[in-house]
């Protein structure tokens, strides 16, 4: 949200808060568990965009603080209290983690990983059995140095075949180390090779700008960039790229999004502003809070504007980025999606497609037009907050919000190219991924035809693209699928 937040706070009522704590003093000995417990309701009954919806979140649902404690100690750990207060199925994005830092890192695209970012599919005839294809490597990492290039399948962790019911344990466990056996595609049914590599996870940076340039195509300059997640600490970086597009004068944008989970709204309204300019304080987006959230505040403050400048601040108000946008005022864009593409990402084709003409390549879209918040156990539920409690590191990560474009449209079921928005449905070979960037890869080829001749239709009709792709790496980080609203302060009362 905007920086219009600093000036209009958001303004709450608890039933039970911290501002209540006299008259409804617990008798109970309280533990570190009550503490998260309370602090698990406090934060979902105050934020949560379903409060209304889910009983025990009700503001009169308990009348004292032992009530309340005693009722939460039958529930035996964190998560099992987090999951029991949310609207399932409808929700299916909120999370709890106990390890906020870990969090705050992976937003920031820091996490604990070999370098390989993968995609999981089910063999075409043994269904139980998954393979992994490697999507793209993360420079610098372990998987780099030991030459692991995108287009390789593995079907086996530490000699044991991967299946729907053991991958998580095999690939997503507290080891840091394992050895990875490789294969070859056989229609489907990938066969192995004989190839095995141990790598090691280690605390990795991604640069989410993964590549930038631009190709010429019958006299025509046309960008390509692939941005594989909406972290805020490197929007001084992309506006770096836009400022060469310009100076190079594109004809076309082609943005390539089939990676990129999602993360910072924020970022997400500078992009669009780069992409444009000539829309500069239209509506962007439109956030819709729950119900005791909008009573609150002033309707304005949940809109987000174009804008044409970068303007990003700490924790402590002091500014990091302040810059104007490079804008390319384009009337047009090209974006590839898969499988894979949400949250933030989903947002720009949104929100730019209410203005100027978006033309997608890929596959259809998640469909998560919800955002969240990150929530801290103090009186004011910011890591900043008086009496922040140091005895525990959870964190929420809720639903708060649902966001639409300036018309108030969004896509809950996912984005389908060629259905919801012009352009062309074509899923990824894992036969023949290419190399990321060249013209040549399938995925980028399309789209420069679709370029040059306008033409939609779509010849590929190769049965390994209907192969179904069940999970990927970047799903197992805590930042994964996240749209996050930045507040920057507020108080309780």
């Given amino acids: 949200m905007k920086t219009l937040l600093k000036t209009f706070l958001i303004l709450y ?16 000995e309280v533990n570190v568990q009550d503490d998260i417990n309370y602090f ?9 965009y379903w409060q209304e919806e889910v009983p025990d979140l009700a503001d009169n649902r308990f009348g004292t603080f032992n009530e309340l404690y005693t009722y939460f100690r039958n529930f035996t750990e964190p998560e099992t209290v987090f999951e029991n207060l949310l609207n399932r199925p409808e929700d299916r994005f909120s999370v709890i983690v106990d390890d906020y830092i870990r969090l705050e ?9 070999n370098g390989i970012e993968f995609g999981l599919v089910r063999y075409k005839t043994l269904t139980n059995n998954v393979f992994g294809y490697v999507r793209y490597v993360v420079q610098n990492s372990d998987a780099a140095s030991k030459n692991i290039t995108r287009g390789q399948l593995f079907t086996t962790i530490n000699g044991q075949q991967l299946t729907e019911n053991n991958f998580r ?39 989410p700008i993964a590549i930038h340039k631009t190709i010429e195509v019958n006299n025509q300059k046309i960008g390509y960039f692939m941005y594989n997640q909406f972290a805020s600490n490197y929007d001084a970086e992309l506006n770096a790229v836009f400022s060469n597009f310009k100076a190079q004068n594109i004809n076309d944008l082609i943005i390539d999004l089939r990676y990129n ?16 300019g000539q829309f500069t304080d239209m509506v962007f987006s439109k956030e819709l809070w729950n119900q005791k959230i909008r009573n609150a505040n002033p309707p304005e403050l949940f809109i987000n504007n174009f804008t044409n400048k970068i303007r990003n601040t700490d924790s402590n108000g002091s500014v990091l980025v302040e810059e104007s946008i490079k804008s390319l005022e384009l009337n047009r864009v090209y974006i590839i999606t898969s499988s894979a593409t949400a949250s ?6 949104n929100a730019l497609s209410a203005y100027i003409d978006v033309k997608l390549v890929g596959a259809k879209t998640v469909g998560k037009q919800v955002g969240s918040l990150t929530l801290y156990d103090s009186d004011n539920l910011r890591k900043t907050g008086s009496n922040f409690n140091t005895d525990h590191r959870y964190a ?34 894992f036969e023949n991924l290419g190399i990321l960037g060249a013209p040549s890869e399938p995925l980028l080829a399309r789209t420069l035809e679709y370029i040059i001749t306008g033409a939609k239709e779509n010849t590929n009709t190769k049965k390994q693209y209907f192969l179904n792709e069940i999970y990927d790496s970047k799903l197992a980080t805590p930042a994964s699928n996240r749209m996050i609203s930045e507040i920057i302060e507020f108080p309780l009362r």
Avoid: H
């Fill in 344 to 349: 933030a990402s989903e947002l720009v084709i």
């Fill in 105 to 113: 890192n992976s937003f920031q695209g820091l996490n604990l990983s």
């Fill in 40 to 48: 698990i309701w406090k934060g979902l009954n105050v934020f949560y």
């Fill in 396 to 429: 929420l990560q809720p639903l708060v919000l649902e966001i639409t474009n300036k018309i108030n449209e969004n896509y809950p079921n996912g984005i389908s190219p060629g259905i919801d928005i012009s352009g062309i449905e074509l899923r990824e070979d």
């Fill in 261 to 276: 989970p999602g993360g910072s709204t924020k970022t997400a309204t500078y992009l669009g502003s780069m992409i444009t």
């Fill in 169 to 207: 344990t095999l690939l997503f466990s507290e080891n840091t180390t394992y050895t990875m056996g490789f294969a070859d595609y056989n229609n489907g049914d990938p066969i192995d090779n004989g190839d095995f590599v141990t790598l090691e996870k280690t605390d990795l940076q991604e640069n």
């Fill in 13 to 28: 009522l608890f039933t039970v808060t911290s501002c209540e704590k006299t008259p409804l003093e617990p008798m109970l």
